[in-house]
């Protein structure tokens, strides 16, 4: 059974850093490209950053220069590193792995990042 499980998510004011994980099992992300998306309430769900299978990474222009995607195959997870948040970076984000050949597709169940003073 494949589980994306999403976790580091909080409260935290305007200016202020959090880091997420995405734990992997039943999939070895090595095979896999990895992303981030997120959803704001009544929005729709949107890319964050992408660590592509390749290697190649992918940013939203909203948080270029403030957000680090990363991934330990070794750990079988994925990280987001965020700086500087501010409060439309509220919302649920999720964890993604498409396989890179099968295009099997997986998400997570999400973790609440709330930037609020």
């Known amino acids: 059974q494949v589980q994306l499980v999403e976790s580091g998510g909080g409260l935290v004011q305007p200016g202020g850093s959090l880091r997420l994980s995405c734990a992997a099992s039943?999939?070895?992300?090595?095979?896999?490209?990895m992303g981030w998306y997120r959803q704001a309430p009544g929005k729709q769900r949107e890319l964050v950053a992408t660590?592509?299978?390749?290697?190649?990474?992918t940013y939203a222009d909203s948080v270029k220069g403030r957000f680090t995607i990363s991934r330990d195959n070794a750990e079988n997870a994925m990280y987001l590193e965020m700086n500087n948040l501010q409060p439309e970076d509220t919302a649920v984000y999720y964890c993604?792995?498409?396989?890179?050949?099968?295009?099997?597709?997986?998400w997570g169940q999400g973790t609440q990042v709330t930037v609020s003073s």
């Open positions: 993604n792995a498409v396989h890179h050949y099968y295009s099997n597709n997986f």
């Open positions: 039943g999939i070895s992300i090595r095979l896999y490209a």
């Open positions: 660590y592509a299978y390749g290697g190649s990474l």
